[in-house]
């Protein structure tokens, strides 16, 4: 199942996220041995086999669970079909990564929780790989050292472009789609940073046609008490924004992802604290601009090699990874509970008792 020190691996999916992004980390990873490559149009996994040097390459994903010699499945396809294939590799004995949202809802994360506790022998990593950004571990650092004050509440602005049109043979992504793209990312931050669980969320829609709504939610946090969140999230052809905004009652943090920059302030910005914050964005371009045309496309993309380095090191282990199964639910609670919501008009429950219970 290894190659010297190397875990063997198989990747599903040979889209934009596979070809960009781990493809690329994973054949400069001396723990990776890329073996396999599977995709439902055999054109294009044959062309990624051939261009990244795969051996092995297939139209269905079962070929790389039925071969003894691969040990961890990395699953880069549509968000409908992670929950389906992490399940069906974790019952074949395979360590999982698996791209974020980790399950559509909470229907299929029950399905796919019953599985790894099935196969113990088995671990599941959730790539939100924007924990390992510097620029958060050091907001995150001044966050719990307590300089904001009491927690009162996060707000969050996630505009981003359209993803590729295979996103949209599902129903609920046509409709909800947006929900699932960059938000997981922005919603895990918050939760994470606060260590807190959703208890009530609504969702209502910000524009026409399904391509924006705002999410509210009420949290819970043996951290900081009970803050709210409210996530403005939307596909748009007009410039990215993505952005955290953490509030407190002495001062307030201010993260910028797209542009990878952050700043604490106090009241309203002042016309000083206005030039810091543009000397900080222009900062914050000039390294990417140094870092090269592919680090300025991808901005935060550079890390999930350190997330993929975490993932194979802890499957060699035989160890669950650091950012597991666990951390995936938080975002699909959400995300659940935010069409839930959509659908009935009103706010609902995060976490349904039926649903966790089976």
């Given at each position: 199942?290894?190659?010297?020190?190397?875990?063997?691996?198989g990747?599903?999916?040979?889209?934009?996220?596979?070809?960009?992004?781990?493809?690329?980390f994973?054949?400069?990873?001396a723990?990776?041995?890329?073996?396999?490559?599977?995709?439902?149009?055999?054109?294009?996994?044959?062309a990624?086999?051939?261009?990244?040097?795969?051996?092995?390459?297939?139209?269905?994903?079962?070929?790389?669970?039925?071969?003894?010699?691969?040990?961890?499945?990395?699953?880069?396809?549509?968000?409908?079909?992670?929950?389906?294939?992490?399940?069906?590799?974790?019952?074949?004995?395979?360590?999982?990564?698996v791209?974020?949202?980790?399950?559509?809802?909470?229907?299929?994360?029950s399905?796919?929780?019953?599985?790894?506790?099935?196969?113990t022998?088995?671990?599941?990593?959730?790539?939100?790989?924007?924990?390992?950004m510097?620029?958060?571990?050091?907001?995150?650092?001044v966050?719990?050292r307590?300089?904001?004050?009491?927690?009162?509440?996060?707000?969050?602005?996630?505009?981003?472009?359209?993803p590729?049109?295979?996103?949209?043979?599902?129903?609920v992504?046509?409709?909800?789609?947006?929900?699932?793209?960059?938000?997981?990312?922005?919603?895990?931050?918050?939760?994470?940073a606060?260590?807190?669980?959703?208890?009530m969320?609504?969702?209502?829609?910000?524009?026409?046609?399904?391509s924006?709504?705002?999410?509210t939610?009420?949290?819970?946090?043996?951290?900081?008490?009970?803050?709210?969140?409210?996530?403005?999230?939307?596909?748009?052809?007009?410039?990215?924004?993505?952005?955290?905004?953490?509030?407190?009652?002495?001062?307030?943090?201010?993260?910028?992802?797209?542009?990878?920059?952050?700043?604490?302030?106090?009241?309203h910005?002042?016309?000083?604290?206005?030039?810091?914050?543009?000397?900080?964005?222009?900062?914050g371009?000039?390294?990417?601009?140094a870092?090269g045309?592919t680090?300025?496309?991808?901005?935060?993309?550079?890390y999930?090699?350190a997330?993929?380095?975490?993932?194979?090191?802890?499957?060699?282990?035989?160890?669950?990874?650091?950012?597991?199964?666990?951390?995936?639910?938080?975002?699909?609670?959400?995300?659940?509970?935010?069409?839930?919501?959509?659908?009935?008009?009103?706010?609902?429950?995060?976490?349904?008792?039926?649903?966790?219970?089976?």
């Amino acid at each position: 199942m290894t190659r010297g020190s190397s875990l063997n691996v198989g990747v599903v999916g040979a889209g934009y996220v596979a070809t960009a992004v781990h493809i690329p980390f994973l054949k400069k990873l001396a723990s990776a041995n890329l073996m396999a490559i599977a995709d439902s149009i055999p054109d294009r996994a044959s062309a990624v086999a051939a261009q990244y040097g795969i051996p092995l390459h297939a139209s269905d994903y079962r070929t790389l669970l039925d071969r003894d010699d691969i040990r961890v499945i990395d699953i880069c396809t549509p968000p409908q079909y992670h929950a389906q294939i992490a399940a069906e590799a974790v019952e074949a004995g395979k360590d999982v990564i698996v791209e974020k949202p980790v399950a559509m809802n909470m229907a299929e994360f029950s399905s796919l929780s019953a599985a790894v506790r099935r196969r113990t022998d088995s671990h599941v990593g959730v790539v939100l790989n924007l924990r390992y950004m510097p620029l958060i571990q050091s907001a995150i650092e001044v966050l719990h050292r307590g300089q904001l004050g009491q927690i009162l509440g996060v707000s969050a602005t996630v505009h981003t472009a359209v993803p590729t049109a295979g996103w949209f043979s599902d129903p609920v992504l046509s409709r909800y789609g947006v929900l699932y793209d960059y938000l997981p990312h922005v919603l895990d931050l918050a939760l994470w940073a606060l260590q807190a669980r959703p208890l009530m969320v609504r969702c209502v829609s910000s524009r026409p046609g399904g391509s924006g709504f705002y999410v509210t939610a009420d949290l819970y946090s043996p951290l900081v008490g009970n803050p709210s969140l409210l996530v403005d999230v939307a596909w748009t052809n007009a410039t990215s924004i993505r952005s955290l905004h953490v509030w407190g009652t002495e001062r307030d943090i201010f993260l910028d992802l797209q542009d990878q920059f952050w700043y604490t302030a106090r009241g309203h910005m002042t016309p000083a604290g206005r030039l810091g914050e543009l000397v900080r964005r222009a900062t914050g371009l000039a390294k990417r601009a140094a870092g090269g045309r592919t680090f300025i496309k991808y901005g935060a993309m550079a890390y999930h090699r350190a997330l993929l380095s975490d993932f194979l090191a802890a499957f060699a282990s035989r160890q669950c990874p650091r950012v597991s199964l666990a951390d995936g639910l938080l975002h699909v609670e959400v995300i659940d509970a935010a069409i839930r919501s959509h659908q009935a008009e009103t706010a609902v429950t995060a976490s349904p008792e039926a649903v966790i219970a089976s």
